[in-house]
């Protein structure tokens, strides 16, 4: 992919593997490799498909 200003700014999909507190999650690629730091719900947005 390219990069500009109207490339997007977002990875993913993930899956969520673990939730670690309220609003705390730990997600994971689609092949199972867990993404090393944990995220706020603020940082995750849903995907439909």
Known sequence: MGSGKLDSNWEGPFIIRNLLGPNTYKLARHD??????????????????
């Open 32 to 49: 199972g490799t867990l993404l090393p730091k944990t995220l706020s719900g603020n940082d995750i947005r849903r995907f439909y498909s």
